[in-house]
């Protein structure tokens, strides 16, 4: 497990170190230095095809599709387990109403519902939280929900009940406490999933926008000018593989550790 946290940990570190100590700012032209390779004209990565260091473009396109991750799988996270909680917890018609609520919103076309966004609100790069959540959470309820339906069932549980505690007291104390092992496994293996959507989003141009930058949007760029600057494609690629692997072997080892 050591491993991928260490990885992960330096990843977030140089995204948050190498852009303000860069000597070329992620969003300056370096006028003479257009499409440069790498170790050539000061810069480490080379550059884009507009003269932009890749070095620092790389750590904070890092550091947004990061940010982007986390936070949506948070989101997901807090919406998803008092969902699903709840819906195993009452059970009967309530649980039927709200996961048949769940059901509906899976069948909705997340193209669709991004690009509604964008055209009603703009785009901007708290849409891309507020679309990825409204999609990634449905997973986590159902999760959820299942292994709330299978802790009910319990003696623990029943014994709370026969003592008197409410359904409240029996889901913060008993429930959610029991839940907590599966639903971090699920979280470590969620977000390099939501990276991934914010990576297709930003790659299509429906994610984050110009002068920011994310590892989506680089490797976009990247793949335009493949032929002529492959550099700017493999940086961004490099970066982004190896976040993946690092959160996935995370979850992989967390899953084996807690099961």
Do not use: N
Request: a neutral charge.
């Amino acid at each position: 497990m050591r491993g991928p946290v260490v990885t992960l940990a330096a990843i977030a570190a140089l995204a948050l170190i190498v852009p303000p100590l860069s000597p070329w700012p992620y969003d300056a032209i370096d006028w003479d230095a257009v499409r440069t390779p790498p170790l050539t004209g000061g810069h480490l990565l080379g550059t884009d095809g507009a003269g932009r260091d890749l070095l620092a473009r790389c750590f904070v396109g890092a550091r947004v599709s990061l940010g982007v991750g986390i936070a949506a799988s948070l989101v997901s996270l807090l919406i998803g387990v008092a969902w699903g909680a709840v819906a195993g917890l009452v059970g009967g018609r309530v649980d039927s109403v709200m996961m048949r609520a769940v059901d509906l919103l899976y069948a909705l076309p997340f193209m669709f519902f991004v690009i509604v966004l964008m055209v009603l609100f703009g785009r901007s790069i708290l849409l891309v939280f507020l679309a990825i959540g409204a999609v990634e959470w449905l997973t986590m309820a159902r999760i959820v929900r299942g292994q709330t339906i299978a802790l009910k069932a319990r003696g623990f549980v029943e014994a709370a009940e026969a003592a008197g505690s409410g359904r409240p007291r029996i889901l913060l104390r008993h429930i959610l406490p029991h839940l907590a092992g599966v639903v971090l496994v699920y979280l470590t293996l969620s977000v390099p999933q939501v990276m991934m959507i914010e990576s297709f989003l930003s790659f299509l141009g429906l994610g984050v926008q110009e002068p920011l930058t994310s590892l989506g949007i680089l490797i976009k760029e990247g793949a335009d000018e493949m032929e002529i600057a492959p550099w700017a494609l493999f940086a961004p690629g490099a970066l982004l593989v190896a976040i993946l692997l690092a959160f996935t072997m995370l979850g992989e080892r967390l899953r084996a550790r807690l099961a």
